[in-house]
């Protein structure tokens, strides 16, 4: 089963502008991870934010974590072409990373 | 540092024919992962060892699939026999252990796309 769901499903943008994605999860996490995968690819771990903690930035990666309402969102800034593909966040239980089903982000040049 | 290690990265077989994929983790990580992906989803976990241990292994489904990790280090996960349902990627993740008794970082290999016919 799916911990999270990521919103929207798909999202096109220009390149320059921001992206902003959304996931929403179920049950009690220790801290949530997003996740990148390119097209035919194994995934790439982007950011980690502890369940403690309510902002995190990395480059041009901001994540936002609100336990109350169990959900996350990832902010890519002044986006390029090669940001293009899917993200996921998971929401990390006891030794475990259960996925959400992704969002696709295209980003036009 | 090397990744994560996976082969064959494709598979073309018939339905009923058995299949193997091999994954060799990141040096020093103790916890290996098998995780099954479908297109369009995200990875749903099938396994996961703790050195040559299997601790979770609840959502593998053991009529037809198997998995060992002989000496700790690289993993096998098997199907016999594979159905059309089966086709998916197979993505291997490794990490090292937590100090936090939490769910620290993944690292994935590239994934081995199975196409059963």
């Known amino acids: 089963s799916q911990q999270g769901e990521e919103d929207p499903q798909a999202l096109s943008i220009q390149e320059g502008e921001n992206a902003t994605m959304n996931c929403s999860y179920k049950t009690s996490i220790n801290n949530l991870q997003w996740y990148r995968q390119n097209s035919g690819r194994g995934l790439v771990h982007l950011i980690l934010?502890?369940?403690?903690?309510r902002e995190k930035h990395s480059g041009r990666l901001r994540v936002t974590l609100d336990t109350s309402k169990k959900s996350s969102s990832l902010l890519i800034t002044a986006s390029r072409a090669a940001d293009t593909a899917s993200y996921f966040c998971?929401?990390?239980?006891?030794?475990?990373?259960?996925f959400g089903k992704g969002t696709k982000l295209s980003v036009i040049p | 540092e090397a990744g994560v290690v996976q082969s064959p990265r494709y598979k073309i077989i018939e339905k009923k024919q058995p299949v193997a994929f091999w994954c060799n983790p990141i040096?020093?990580?103790?916890?290996l992962y098998w995780y099954l992906q479908n297109l369009g989803q995200g990875p749903e976990l099938l396994i996961r060892?703790?050195?040559?241990?299997?601790?979770?292994d609840s959502q593998l489904p053991k009529d037809r699939f198997s998995a060992e990790r002989l000496k700790g280090v690289d993993s096998t996960l098997k199907i016999q026999p594979a159905e059309l349902g089966d086709s998916a990627v197979y993505l291997c993740?490794?990490?090292?252990?937590?100090?936090?008794?939490?769910?620290?970082?993944?690292?994935f290999g590239p994934g081995t796309r199975l196409l059963v016919l």
């Open positions: 934010i502890r369940s403690n903690e």
């Open positions: 993740a490794s990490s090292s252990q937590s100090r936090t008794g939490g769910q620290e970082t993944q690292y």
């Open positions: 060892y703790e050195n040559e241990e299997a601790v979770d």
């Open positions: 998971a929401g990390a239980g006891s030794y475990q990373l259960t």
């Open positions: 040096s020093g990580h103790n916890t």
